[in-house]
């Protein structure tokens, strides 16, 4: 079945230092792949996604980079703050036919950043 | 408005009562999604909706879920005859396709705790 393995489980790191958060998706027909932050007690906030024509995307602090052939996609957290701590989600989507799509949700890395 | 509202922000149900969640999409969001997020933070699909219609119900346990998206009225989903393993927050979000990838934009949750 459609799945999406999301490592690591759990990352800490200095303030300052980069964390980097893997995805792997088994449909090779995705073609959107977007994350989300989560904080405690609040809903998924979409901070980046890329399509799979790009192969990169970048935003300030943060970057997300995908590989179609291995069918891997990465988030990568520059110059990490103490703000950056919160649960990381990917997801993978592709529309297959009419009523049938959905994101393909990971199952979250907790970021803590230690002062 | 430019959030997804969910009311109530907790509920708490005795075993076998019912639970009634709503769910206000942001305007010009024809797609509503509906997620249960469990201890794990596992995200499981329930159900989506394009406009008042069913989009996609692969998710939901039909026998005691029911969903409806009326015109202009807030979303809902029911859970009849509760029982201790439906304690979780549901999600609700919205987006402006179903037929191309979109990020979606998640309300803050319900957090349902059966006792």
């Known amino acids: 079945g459609e799945n999406v393995e999301q490592h690591p489980s759990t990352l800490s790191v200095q303030e300052g230092d980069s964390a980097v958060i893997k995805c792997t998706y088994s449909?090779?027909?995705?073609?959107?792949f977007p994350w989300y932050k989560q904080e405690l007690g609040k809903g998924p906030q979409l901070i980046i996604d890329?399509?799979?024509?790009?192969g990169e995307k970048k935003d300030q602090r943060i970057a997300v980079t995908l590989n179609k052939t291995a069918k891997h996609f990465s988030l990568h957290i520059t110059e990490t703050q103490p703000e950056d701590s919160a649960v990381y989600f990917c997801a993978a989507w592709r529309f297959r036919s009419a009523g049938t799509y959905k994101y393909i949700f990971g199952t979250g890395t907790r970021l803590k950043v230690l002062a | 408005g430019e959030e997804v509202a969910q009311t109530p922000k907790h509920l708490v149900r005795g075993e076998g009562q019912k639970a009634k969640l709503y769910c206000a999409p942001i305007?010009?969001?024809?797609?509503v999604f509906w997620y249960q997020q469990v201890l794990k933070n596992e995200f499981k699909f329930l159900i989506s909706?394009?406009?008042?219609?069913?989009?996609?119900e692969t998710g939901m346990p039909k026998e005691r879920f029911s969903a409806k998206c009326l015109p202009n009225s807030p979303c809902s989903l029911e859970i009849q005859a509760t029982k201790l393993e439906d304690s979780a927050v549901y999600f609700c979000a919205s987006s402006q396709s179903g037929t191309k990838g979109y990020g979606y934009t998640f309300g803050s949750g319900t957090r349902l705790t059966v006792v």
């Open positions: 449909d090779s027909a995705s073609n959107y």
């Open positions: 305007k010009g969001h024809s797609y």
């Open positions: 909706f394009q406009n008042e219609n069913v989009f996609d």
């Open positions: 890329i399509r799979s024509n790009v």
